[in-house]
Nanobody, 126 residues
Framework: QVRLVESGGGLVQAGDSLRLSCVSS????????MGWFRQAPGKEREFVSNISWKNNNAYYADSVKGRFTISRDNDRNTVYLQMDSLEPEDTAVYYCAQSQARWGPTNRATGAYEYWGQGTQVTVSS
């Protein structure tokens, strides 16, 4: 059984940084695209970033481009999201996800991801 566990969330002030981690167990992340999504209260879950299995190509939502950095360590079965220059608008529950297809193209749609973590809360105060 595949399980994703996020950690690293918390309460910070605007301008601070956080590093989220997502550890996958039950299946290797090698060959799978990995993504980060977030959901703020009253809003739909939205794409934040993903990283491909091939060449570790990274993609970002416009709202976080230049501030967030995604990375992966296949040996540790872990994906990271470094979040710098945090803004109050970044407040949300952040979810890690593993793609359904192996060796497939990257995709920002939630439906392309088969496994999800339970989420970690990030709160940014002004």
């Amino acid at each position: 059984q595949v399980r994703l566990v996020e950690s690293g969330g918390g309460l910070v002030q605007a301008g601070d940084s956080l590093r989220l981690s997502c550890v996958s167990s039950g299946r290797t992340i090698n060959g799978y695209n990995m993504g980060w999504f977030r959901q703020a209260p009253g809003k739909e879950r939205e794409f934040v970033s993903n990283i491909s299995w091939k060449n570790n190509n990274a993609y970002y939502a416009d709202s976080v481009k230049g501030r967030f950095t995604i990375s992966r360590d296949n040996d540790r079965n872990t994906v990271y999201l470094q979040m710098d220059s945090l803004e109050p608008e970044d407040t949300a529950v952040y979810y890690c996800a593993q793609s359904q297809a192996r060796w497939g193209p990257t995709n920002r749609a939630t439906g392309a991801y088969e496994y999800w973590g339970q989420g970690t809360q990030v709160t940014v105060s002004s």
